[in-house]
């Protein structure tokens, strides 16, 4: 039971049909964080400052416990 006079068409959603503008600032500002805070020196960074902190942890617990059971 469809109308004959009435026909709707819908467009299906494509990369073709959507553009965004955005401005030149944001843009600049999507670089410089892609920069700082993607890639492989940063991860290589983040796996060191990792591994730092436990160690500092390690030895803070080590010298800590050290002097607390320690039996004058």
């Known amino acids: 039971m469809e109308s004959n006079g009435a026909s709707v068409q819908y467009n299906r959603w494509s990369e073709d049909n959507i553009t965004l503008q955005e401005p030149q600032s944001r843009s600049r500002l ?5 920069r700082v ?11 060191a400052a990792s591994l730092t902190v436990m160690v500092v942890m390690y030895i803070a617990g080590y010298i ?9």
């Open 37 to 47: 805070f993607t890639g492989r020196l940063v991860i290589m960074f983040k796996i």
């Open 30 to 34: 999507l670089g410089i964080y892609n």
């Open 64 to 72: 800590t416990g050290f002097y607390v059971h320690q039996c004058g």
